[in-house]
């Protein structure tokens, strides 16, 4: 399934952003939905996981509480909800599918990527 994130911009500390990712078939509905994001000089690192029927859902400790995944079936598209956002979450946000089946963490249990959607958060 080939993906296409998008949502990125430049917004203030303490703003908004949603982020949605777009799959090019309906196989998307089969597989657990992840994003990632990679700072500049930093390796990319797990954001948040959500299940394929869209009832399990995980995130890393840092964005915890403040980004919300979610997914649409319907629409083939997944989303992430990004609130109270710090200039720390600046980086190029990625989203995956994969086989793997529940949450994963790991970038080895996605198979498909997203080109990447810059989100910047100025202070």
Same mark, same amino acid.
């Given at each position: /399934?080939?993906? %296409?994130?998008? *949502?990125?911009?430049?917004?203030? +500390?303490?703003?908004? !952003?949603?982020?949605?990712?777009?799959?090019?078939?309906?196989? @998307?509905? !089969?597989?657990?939905? &992840? =994003?990632?994001?990679?700072?500049? *000089?930093?390796?990319?690192? @797990?954001?948040?996981?959500?299940? =394929?029927? *869209?009832?399990?859902?995980?995130?890393?400790?840092?964005?915890?509480?403040? @980004?919300?995944?979610?997914?649409?079936?319907?629409? #083939?598209? &997944?989303?992430?909800?990004? #609130?109270? !956002?710090?200039?720390?979450?600046? +980086?190029?946000?990625?989203? +995956?599918? *994969?086989?793997?089946?529940?949450? +994963? /963490?790991?970038?080895?249990?996605?198979?498909?990527? &997203?080109? &990447?959607? %810059?989100?910047?958060?100025?202070?």
């Amino acid at each position: /399934v080939q993906l %296409q994130a998008s *949502g990125g911009g430049l917004v203030q +500390a303490g703003g908004s !952003l949603r982020l949605s990712c777009a799959a090019s078939d309906r196989t @998307f509905i !089969l597989y657990p939905m &992840g =994003w990632f994001r990679q700072a500049p *000089g930093e390796d990319r690192e @797990f954001v948040a996981t959500i299940n =394929w029927k *869209g009832g399990r859902t995980y995130y890393a400790d840092s964005v915890k509480g403040r @980004f919300t995944i979610s997914r649409d079936n319907t629409k #083939n598209t &997944g989303y992430l909800q990004m #609130n109270s !956002l710090k200039p720390e979450d600046t +980086a190029v946000y990625y989203c +995956a599918a *994969g086989p793997v089946p529940g949450v +994963a /963490v790991e970038e080895s249990s996605y198979d498909s990527w &997203g080109q &990447g959607t %810059q989100v910047t958060v100025s202070s």
